[in-house]
């Protein structure tokens, strides 16, 4: 049954988006599309909000601009961190995306894989405006049953649509390759840390990019425990965020406290027992490390 059950339920919660694949209906409905096109605007750059390594690429805008594709779709190599992102499949020589909603069960260890799927969908879509017009009332994408569950423990099905998913509607359909500095998702206070970290850099076109004294060539993997989820908690814990140019795995769990111009480096695994708290203090340098228990860790 839907959800909420009635139109006039106060149910914030029950209200869902039906996803980015709605994004070309939403531009005629609104009257944008045919507007953004009598200005000669007909090239359209899409991405995800949380991605701030999105931007307009001039060689890519050129492409398009020349009528090299209508439909181009940015992929990116898989790492650890992205094995559930969507990627293409080709089904009667026609490119198609796939989502993990969308593989049976007794699949989703093949799709996982990053030797049988090696790249994934950055959702950094570029498209022809005069296209769109044209097929906006035969575009057809598939419908993904997300499982979810609310705040109530209500479990329920969020029907969704993917931009992803229109490449199929577009003859003249390309994916490129790009790296991965146009894909820094921000979903998590992890992610945050990361990109306000040395990891990072803005180079002299605005542009975040790994830090190029930065030894290891790609981002580490960063992961902070539910006290770090909420933006309050994760200020009160980082008194100046971290050095993590050097790192290449960081687990913090439990109640733990960062002081300023902590520097860590390599794989660091920071545990708090239950009950207990780990304060960093202020200067402390930390390589290749594991620290459990309850302690005040100091370490110049």
């Known amino acids: 049954m839907p959800v909420p059950g009635k139109a006039d339920e106060k149910n914030d919660e029950g209200w869902y988006p039906p996803g980015h694949g709605n994004i070309f209906q ?71 995306h796939l989502e993990m909603p969308q593989v049976p069960e007794d699949h989703v260890e093949d799709f996982c894989s990053m030797t049988t799927f090696r790249i994934f969908n950055t959702n950094n879509i570029w498209v022809n405006l005069r296209a769109v017009k044209e097929k906006l009332n035969s575009i057809s994408m598939e419908i993904i049953a997300n499982k979810k569950k609310l705040k109530n423990g209500q479990e329920v099905i969020q029907l969704e649509t993917s931009i992803g998913g229109s490449i199929r509607n577009f003859e003249s359909a390309l994916s490129v390759r790009v790296g991965r500095h146009r894909f820094l998702p921000v979903k998590k206070t992890q992610d945050l840390a990361a990109i306000m970290s040395d990891l990072y850099i803005v180079d002299g076109n605005y542009v975040l990019r790994l830090n190029p004294e930065r030894p290891i060539p790609t981002a580490p993997i960063v992961k902070l425990s539910k006290h770090f989820d909420s933006v309050h908690e994760f200020q009160r814990r980082f008194k100046s965020i971290s050095s993590m140019k050097d790192v290449v795995h960081l687990t913090v769990s439990g109640d733990v406290v960062f002081g300023k111009n902590v520097v860590l480096k390599g794989v660091v695994v920071i545990i708090a027992d239950e009950g207990h708290s780990i304060e960093i203090t202020q200067g402390s340098f930390i390589e290749n490390k594991i620290c459990t228990g309850r302690l005040r860790f100091t370490d110049h």
Request: contains cysteine; hydrophobic residues 40%.
């Open 26 to 96: 939403s531009l005629a409905y609104s009257g944008i599309l045919d507007e953004l096109l009598e200005q000669g605007r007909d090239i359209c750059f899409v991405s995800n909000i949380d991605n701030t390594g999105a931007n307009v690429d001039l060689r890519i805008a050129n492409a398009m601009c020349n009528g090299v594709a209508d439909y181009i779709m940015e992929v990116t190599d898989k790492t650890p961190a992205d094995v559930k992102g969507g990627t293409l499949i080709e089904i009667n020589g026609k490119i198609m």
